[in-house]
């Protein structure tokens, strides 16, 4: 066999990675996007074995914002919630034609890439990444956001927000706190993720999905604008 397969070969099979797409960037006011981050699926599973969790975002909170004035109990709108992100990954999974998986067990046993969405309330989809990482002991996790990594504050609200390249786990679980809050919240990453990633040492980076091109470079471990987790 030629080497150069050999080591393709080597690379698909050790070096899995699991990509936290936010919601946020899921639209259907932006299908061009969903499209152009499918081929780079596409385009990067030839390379790596490919594992994306979609958030719910806008479509999720919407949901969620309406069912409250008749309801109160946060399990009951975090699967509100759930069903939003299923439906943002069936739109992404679309491209392919492949069903989506509703279990980290039925994700890691599906021929990638795999497009998948939230799982059981209680947890982000960001924490369902981790718990996947986890699961499938994947080389990385990539948190694609709609910011271009961590702050030290919201810098959609401050101006003077300084972004982070690199943050302890430590210092990152201070900033988040230890439990999962509410239905429908929106933060970078959140405590259960932070304490995942921490307790399984998973090698983490946070970056603005937006920009494609960062996304690609952290799937190809090329250097990238945006803020690494470290857990040692």
Not at 45 to 55: A, E, I, N, P, T
Not at 87 to 106: C, G, H, R, V, W
């Amino acid at each position: 066999m030629d080497t150069k397969n050999v080591y393709k070969i080597f690379l698909i099979q050790t070096m899995k990675t699991v990509i936290s797409l936010g919601g946020s960037l899921i639209s259907l006011d932006n299908l061009d996007y969903i499209r152009n981050v499918a081929e780079l699926i596409e385009k990067a599973s030839q390379d790596f074995d490919l594992y994306v969790v979609v958030g719910g975002g806008k479509l999720a909170r919407q949901y969620i914002k309406a069912a409250r004035h008749f309801c109160n109990d946060e399990r009951y709108l975090d699967k509100l919630g759930i069903l939003a992100t299923r439906l943002n990954a069936f739109l992404l999974a679309s491209f392919f034609k492949k069903d989506i998986p509703e279990t980290i067990e039925e994700a890691a046993k599906q021929e990638t890439p795999v497009i998948m969405g939230g799982t059981t309330p209680g947890h982000s989809t960001d924490a369902v990444a981790a718990m996947l990482a986890k699961h499938i002991n994947a080389y990385r996790l990539i948190i694609a956001t709609d910011v271009d990594g961590i702050y030290d504050k919201d810098p959609k609200k401050h101006v003077d927000a300084k972004k982070y390249d690199e943050i302890s786990i430590e210092k990152l679980k201070e900033m988040m706190g230890k439990e999962w809050s509410r239905a429908g919240e929106s933060v970078v990453i959140d405590a259960i993720a932070c304490k995942i990633i921490g307790k399984a040492k998973i090698k983490t980076f946070v970056l603005n999905g937006k920009n494609l091109q960062q996304l690609e470079n952290a799937i190809y471990g090329k250097q990238f604008n945006g803020t690494v987790i470290v857990t040692k």
